[in-house]
């Protein structure tokens, strides 16, 4: 795909469209200065949250499971999604901290206002949760979710996701620096190249 | 870092713009041969032990690659159009700001071009409305350079394994890697349709070679450097070989800003800011500009003066056109079992059956066929379109087949235009207050349908391998790429080109250019091999005039 996967061909496509752009817009050092930080005091201090009050973290963290649901293998919330998000917006995304959170008010504002005897989004069981994601997965803060969930669940652990490798065991990905063939499938019985069309 | 290390007002005998795949075999070649050397490269120095596989770091936010902050760019569709920053996510054309270049970041596909690539304007005939021409120079010429970058740099593959491979004087330094389960399906879909595949020339070696470990198939090739140094990018071959001699300095963090030229017309060196935004003047006998296709025209047009004032070696109005991406394409396809293609090398299967044009096909170009991973973990879970899922369970189900997963990628021909091109944005300026890039680019008609074309053919080889799903990208008017090529074209006519056969400006003696900008045509992808083997040649050329006194 381009050649950054090919990958450049189609980069805003590979992002998900401008609304994924946009969250990946920050240069990579600022992100490596915070995320060191960050680290860091997590490391020293008990886990808690520093963008998101514990509704508001409830609620993302509601939102991120259904984004990548739990399941026979984990998921968002396994991966600690909702630690990135947090450690993201108060660190290295701190810029987009106040639309982050006037998108979650709207979100919150809309969802009591469709569900009128729900508490909290956390709150509703999960086909209530689906229903009202489905009417609002093509808002923006809806996609700043998506964008964020997926990169918190798949990147280094570092930047505060990806618990113990969980994404990466959701896709199937082994983390190692080293690999022998056989590969795949595929590649087990490779009889060897012959020349020509045989 | 540097063995030896040169005082600003001490003339060099050359300057060397950029540390890349040019400019690295460029050093090597001009140190080597007694001549002493400084070499310029704006990005930092990095070594396999500062590499990372951090996706998020390398892929999304330009870790190592021209940042679009500090380096802006704009972008048009034509000339009548008012040219645009995009949001600073990535700039339209994309290349690895770091000693090494884009050899450092590259995927390493090596096939060389055909015998067709450079003389095909007067197989086919000219092209109407395009700038479709003859190389001043044949395959003939070049393929000694080629096997001096198979076997100086180090390139895996068989020869004689592809019944299209152009001649060649000696096989390969050493066997091709390791078939991945995506080269078995691509070889297995081929040969029922009857097609030619044959094992990817790759710039990784799989073999100790020339004191480099062979590849341990971490699969961070495509974007990364590499960690253990298999890939033979010029940071592990051609500049250590270079400084070496003790005749060359690598100077990182320095960014040429402008190539200075005196009253008779000749380049008298360059200034350059070092990393605190210091400018300092570099003298040198000659200069050489390996810069990439995008900043080398840049750098040539920031140049104006008196004599030169539209531009230095621009008397012929062509640096900065013709500029050509090479067309890409991408099918995905999803088969039974796993093929985990995270691991080892991008490509290690290539099908060149439709590289030439055929006439009967309607439309000009060509193209070659690969199969690789699509994208890594992130990129993959990111990706939206068509009736690809984006949240809940199929999506996660999406992610789950990540490892049953492959690309059937295409490469192929973009016509030079004259209307595509790089030029100075009017009022845009980088963070160091220099002109930025400007780039118009609209695809040829014929250049979409060779796309749609090698994207079918794709297509037809993963069905005929038995995947269980396919996918097509759509084929799209491009307005990004990593392939940087055509815009200080080559040629005899010095009205028409920007260099001779031999890599000089019409207009300067001693200002000689190679890089991507040299390409007359865009070949059908996989550009590095040519532009290596175009540097071997060309410090040749430079080593023979600078002995004659001719520079």
């Known amino acids: ?198 | 870092m540097s063995a030896r290390t040169f005082k600003t007002d001490e003339s060099v005998d050359f300057v060397v713009v950029g540390s890349g795949a040019a400019g690295g075999v460029i050093a090597r070649e001009l140190s080597v041969a007694g001549f002493s050397v400084v070499v310029l490269e704006q990005g930092p120095r990095l070594n396999a032990t500062d590499f990372e596989h951090d996706e998020l770091k390398y892929t999304f936010l330009h870790g190592i690659t021209n940042d679009p902050v500090a380096s802006p760019q704009t972008f048009r569709r034509s000339a009548a159009d008012t040219a645009r920053q995009g949001n600073g996510v990535m700039n339209p054309l994309v290349y690895a700001r770091i000693v090494g270049g884009s050899s450092t970041h590259f995927t390493a596909n090596y096939w060389r071009f055909h015998e067709i690539d450079f003389n095909e304007r007067s197989v086919l005939g000219g092209i109407p409305g395009t700038a479709f021409a003859d190389w001043p120079i044949s395959y003939r010429d070049l393929e000694p350079y080629y096997t001096r970058v198979e076997w100086d740099i180090g390139v895996s593959g068989l020869a004689g394994s592809s019944p299209f491979d152009p001649p060649r004087s000696k096989p390969y330094p050493m066997p091709p890697l390791p078939v991945k389960s995506s080269g078995v399906l691509l070889e297995r879909g081929a040969r029922k349709l009857g097609l030619h595949p044959f094992p990817a020339p790759m710039a990784i070696v799989s073999k100790p070679y020339r004191g480099r470990p062979a590849c341990v198939n971490c699969g961070f090739c495509i974007g990364f450097g590499c960690e253990v140094m298999a890939k033979s990018s010029v940071l592990y071959t051609m500049i250590p070989e270079a400084e070496a001699t003790g005749r060359c300095e690598v100077r990182s963090r320095s960014y040429v800003f402008r190539v200075e030229s005196d009253p008779q017309g000749r380049a008298t060196g360059v200034h350059y800011f070092d990393s605190e935004k210091r400018a300092h003047f570099q003298k040198a006998r000659a200069v050489v500009v390996s810069a990439n296709g995008a900043e080398t025209p840049r750098l040539l047009l920031n140049s104006t003066s008196a004599r030169f004032p539209h531009g230095l070696a621009n008397s012929s109005g062509m640096v900065g056109k013709h500029l050509m991406f090479n067309q890409q394409t991408a099918v995905h396809a999803v088969f039974e079992h796993e093929l985990n293609e995270y691991k080892s090398v991008q490509v290690t299967r290539v099908v060149h059956d439709f590289y030439n044009s055929d006439p009967r096909r309607g439309f000009y170009g060509g193209g070659g066929i690969d199969a690789r991973i699509g994208r890594q973990p992130i990129g993959w879970a990111l990706a939206s379109g068509g009736d690809l899922p984006t949240w809940g369970q199929a999506l996660k189900a999406r992610m789950e087949a990540f490892p049953r997963s492959m690309v059937a990628a295409g490469h192929a021909t973009s016509l030079p235009l004259e209307t595509n091109n790089v030029s100075l944005d009017p009022t845009l300026k980088d963070a160091w207050g220099i002109p930025a890039i400007r780039v118009t680019y609209k695809d040829h008609p014929d250049d979409l349908a060779t796309a749609r074309f090698i994207r079918d053919r794709s297509a037809d080889i993963v069905a005929a391998a038995g995947a269980q799903k396919i996918w097509k990208e759509e084929v799209t008017e491009r307005s990004l790429s990593v392939h940087l090529l055509g815009t200080c074209r080559m040629g005899n006519d010095a009205a028409r080109s920007v260099t001779d056969k031999y890599h000089r400006a019409h207009d300067v003696p001693n200002l000689f250019i190679c890089d991507g900008s040299s390409f007359v045509t865009s070949g059908r992808g996989q550009p590095t091999m040519t532009i290596q083997a175009l540097a071997f040649r060309a410090a040749d050329h430079m080593a023979r005039f600078a002995r004659a006194g001719e520079i």
């Not at chain 1, 600022?30 to 808690?48: F, K, L, N, S, Y």
């Not at chain 1, 987009?96 to 979100?107: D, I, N, S």
């Not at chain 1, 999960?126 to 918190?152: C, W």
Request: proline share 4%; aromatic share 14%.
């Open chain 1, 1 to 198: 795909m381009n050649e950054q996967n090919g990958s450049r061909r189609s980069f805003l496509f590979a992002l998900g469209g401008l609304s994924t752009s946009a969250w990946l817009a920050t240069s990579w050092r600022e992100i490596a200065v915070a995320a060191d930080h960050a680290a860091h005091v997590a490391a020293t201090t008990p886990a808690q949250f520093g963008f998101l009050s514990p509704a508001d973290a409830a609620d993302v963290d509601a939102i991120t499971a259904q984004i990548l649901p739990s399941g026979a293998t984990p998921g968002a919330r396994e991966a600690h999604a909702v630690y990135f998000i947090d450690r993201a917006l108060a660190t290295f995304f701190a810029d987009r901290g106040p639309a982050f959170r006037a998108g979650l008010e709207e979100f919150q504002r809309s969802f009591r206002k469709a569900l009128p005897a729900a508490t909290a989004f956390a709150a509703a069981n999960a086909g209530e949760q689906v229903a009202f994601v489905t009417s609002v997965e093509r808002t923006e803060f809806f996609q700043s979710v998506r964008v964020l969930t997926i990169v918190g669940t798949l990147s280094l652990g570092q930047y505060g996701g990806n618990y113990a490798g969980t994404g990466w065991k959701l896709m199937g990905f082994e983390d190692q620096h080293v690999f022998s063939p056989p590969f795949g499938y595929y590649d087990r019985d490779y009889a060897g190249f012959v020349v020509g069309n045989a």
